[in-house]
């Protein structure tokens, strides 16, 4: 019987974790791969031959090649049997949302309705809505968008003010409010819609027919990126909603949007990756054509930098991605065997693991706007040609910073998270910092010894990070108090190390579990040396910064302790990249 010892969302800060225990992609089955490479071959023969007409805005064909998908069954991976779709695993899920992410704003469609246009009626629907909408959603008879930001409310979706009003006979809310920036929204045929009934303070939610009367969508937005996507402000005057289309609970639309902005984070954090490899691939093939005197551009080590460092980013994120969807997958399987329904123990275990879908967010959405930056610049003034596609993706990428929360709302959101997790009780973060912070003189810190083994020094060194987040923690909630939430700099130093944390220590935990099924790892050893020997510093960085922010009591016992965590051996990263990319070289694609 499987192992289901999972961490808590942000315990990784206090508790480590077996290798044993996470899952990486080098476990994919049969099955997994078969269904990535359905995918692929789609996106191959449907999407890439037809992307520029895409980009002009046909909203007709955007919908044409999203019921080819759904012939396939690929809009129902997430969707039980019963409905009609295939009921995978999350961590397929995940995988299907990666590899659609190399399909520029085809993907931004694809995921819109797979994701927030369907799962929202499937997650919290009675079994008449299930009925009537989404499974006819699975197989492209309808397309679904989803309805949240107002143009006065957008980090703060709870100060919109779409109103709706139960009618005398109880049997329609009349509907009345805007909506922009709803994906799908110029040819979709059902609308996840959010708005508070009468006075009441928080959202409710409900399902509209996009062809009600009263219901009017504006032209598509002309926008930076994913072009193809129909983006469109929605106007709403008398509509009227049978009382059968009110999703969920009266006020439990403000749960239910802030639950599926968590699934959204965590499968955008699987989407870059797919969009990453791309870029990559598509960077080393240019420099394996292109020469300048009289050499490829290929064998310059600048060039090497660039690859290796792009692909280095890519694995690390890509190591987490993977780790926290067996985590969610684990949360599912106990919910239901303590007789949840599976739509509820879905979405309430993907909430659960709210800090690290906001990890996953906010370093891949970053993560990606390095690799695609860099991809134009290895392709030099041809990367700025519309002829290309890495300036496309360029564009594309801009979006995810945005997208489910900025990454400004998500950093904060990650840290306060934590925070609140162990004020409830689900770990002792506070309880362990105080007791760092009391030994602070004495702190066990991690320095290499010749006697360690490979692995005691990534372990060593994550540990290290580690005490230095909670050194800092337990410094500012001390020093500021409820106050902590207006010093948005240090929350957002303690948040980039946190990050720094997580997706370290996965990379570390994919690599150690890559040699015990293979044996030597090789190359990825390289791949988390230099991860590791980088991300010590950037930690060093931010923590420096919040601690000379803070100006506690004890600033030279805490500035002492961090420069002692941070230490860390010398790592050729020079040569070490230069591996990484002759690798990518030689493959000519991204193959780690």
């Not at 692995?455 to 230095?468: D, E």
């Not at 040396?529 to 950037?538: F, P, T």
Request: with cysteine; aromatic share 8%; proline share 2%.
């Amino acid at each position: 019987m499987e192992n289901t010892e999972f961490l808590k969302s942000g315990e990784f800060l206090i508790k480590d974790t077996d290798p044993q225990e996470v899952f990486i992609p080098e476990e994919f089955d049969e099955e997994q791969q078969m269904i990535a490479q359905t995918i692929k071959d789609f996106i191959e023969a449907e999407v890439y031959p037809r992307i520029d007409d895409l980009d002009k805005g046909n909203r007709e064909l955007m919908k044409e090649i999203l019921k080819k998908s759904a012939d396939l069954g690929l809009l129902g991976i997430a969707v039980n049997e019963e409905y009609g779709g295939f009921g995978q695993s999350f961590v397929t899920q995940m995988l299907s949302a990666e590899v659609v992410g190399a399909a520029y704003s085809f993907s931004v469609a694809f995921m819109a309705h797979s994701g927030i246009g369907t799962l929202p009626i499937l997650y919290y629907g009675n079994e008449d809505q299930r009925q009537r909408y989404v499974s006819k959603l699975v197989t492209g008879e309808f397309i679904g968008s989803y309805c949240l930001t107002e143009p006065g409310a957008g980090s703060d979706p709870n100060a919109g003010k779409t109103n709706a009003v139960p009618s005398e006979d109880g049997n329609y809310y009349i509907l009345n409010g805007q909506k922009m920036w709803a994906t799908n929204a110029g040819f979709a045929d059902t609308q996840t819609v959010f708005a508070k009934i009468e006075n009441d303070r928080v959202l409710s939610a409900f399902i509209i027919d996009a062809d009600s009367e009263g219901v009017v969508v504006g032209p598509d937005e002309h926008k930076m990126g994913i072009k193809g996507s129909s983006t469109a402000q929605i106007y709403y005057n008398d509509v009227k909603v049978p009382a059968a289309n009110l999703l969920g609970k009266r006020g439990e639309g403000f749960r239910i949007a802030l639950n599926i902005l968590h699934m959204g984070r965590i499968k955008l954090g699987a989407s870059v990756l797919g969009a990453a490899k791309k870029a990559i691939t598509d960077s080393v093939q240019y420099a394996n054509e292109r020469k300048q005197f009289r050499t490829l551009i290929a064998n310059f080590g600048a060039i090497k930098h660039k690859l290796a460092e792009m692909v280095i980013k890519t694995f690390a994120a890509e190591s987490a991605v993977y780790r926290v969807s067996k985590d969610v997958d684990k949360l599912i399987d106990k919910h239901k065997s303590e007789g949840r329904d599976k739509g509820l123990a879905t979405i309430d275990a993907i909430a659960h693991y709210a800090v690290e879908a906001a990890i996953l967010k906010v370093y891949g959405s970053e993560m990606l706007d390095y690799v695609v930056d860099e991809a134009v610049q290895i392709h030099g003034g041809m990367g700025y040609s519309a002829e290309m596609d890495v300036e496309r993706g360029y564009r594309d990428s801009r979006i995810n910073r945005i997208f489910e929360g900025t990454n400004e709302i998500n950093r904060i959101l990650l840290v306060d998270t934590a925070m609140k997790r162990t004020m409830r009780g689900d770990y002792d973060l506070f309880g362990v910092a105080e007791k760092l912070t009391e030994d602070i003189k004495g702190i066990k810190t991690y320095k290499k010894s010749n006697s360690d083994d490979y692995f005691t020094l990534s372990t060593g060194y994550t540990g290290n990070m580690k005490k230095i987040a909670l050194l800092l923690i337990n410094a500012a909630t001390k020093t500021f108090e409820r106050k902590l939430v207006h010093e948005q700099e240090i929350l957002n130093n303690i948040s980039d190390i946190m990050m720094e944390i997580y997706v370290a220590e996965s990379t570390a935990l994919r690599v150690k579990k890559i040699e015990n099924i293979k044996g030597a790892a090789g190359i990825y050893r390289d791949i988390l040396d230099v991860y590791v020997y980088d991300s010590v510093q950037k930690v060093r960085k931010s923590a420096l910064d919040a601690v000379n922010s803070i100006e506690g009591e004890n600033t030279d016992d805490l500035l002492k302790a961090i420069y002692e965590l941070s230490e860390t051996a010398g790592v050729n990263v020079k040569e070490a990249r230069r591996r990484i990319a002759d690798k990518l070289i030689e493959d000519n694609t991204y193959k780690f």
